[in-house]
């Protein structure tokens, strides 16, 4: 496990890192206890501990990743409100980058921005949100997006037996 001190006003917090595996992907998380302040997909791993929230999700289980924060929800931008909004669409569900937009009143470009910054995937969850006609993008790879999708409704498909 990976264990960084930050310094605030007064005190010192750590961030804590770890990895668990998507499919050929490692999904890196560092955070410090329920709040997430980065995830990030490589395709090498690092040493630590990941919540158990995101393992299971990650295992292809139905989970909820709300019982996480993200360092991404706290301000009153205009970011941090498209984020929000993203965080409302439940597991197997999709939205467009214009539907945020009209949620949250900015523009769909605005929306792919902000997504573009998420410093927290999952926990933000944007690979649900699509273009208007096609499934618009993911960093670092589309397919992880397409993947994510997938295990959902499969997940979904699952509970519904």
Not at 91 to 104: H, K, L, N, Q
Not at 135 to 153: D, H, Q, R, Y
Request: hydrophobic share 40%.
């Amino acid at each position: 496990m990976r264990n960084y001190p930050v310094q605030g006003d007064g005190f010192t917090m750590g961030i804590v890192g770890g990895a668990c595996r998507f499919g050929l992907w490692f999904v890196h998380v560092w955070r410090s206890n329920t709040t997430v302040h980065q995830v990030r997909f490589a395709v090498t791993g690092i040493p630590g501990e990941v919540p158990d929230l995101i393992r299971q999700y990650c295992a292809g289980h139905v989970v909820s990743l709300a019982g996480l924060d993200s360092i991404a929800l706290h301000d009153e931008t205009v970011y941090s409100r498209i984020y929000r909004a993203v965080r409302e669409v439940p597991y197997g569900s999709t939205s467009t980058y214009g539907e945020i937009a009209d949620r949250v009143g900015t523009a769909p470009r605005v929306v792919g921005q902000a997504l573009a910054r998420n410093p927290t995937p999952l926990i933000i969850p944007c690979h649900r949100i699509l273009a208007a006609h096609g499934i618009g993008g993911f960093s670092p790879s589309v397919e992880i997006k397409e993947a994510l999708l997938a295990m959902e409704k499969k997940g979904l498909h699952k509970v519904k037996k």
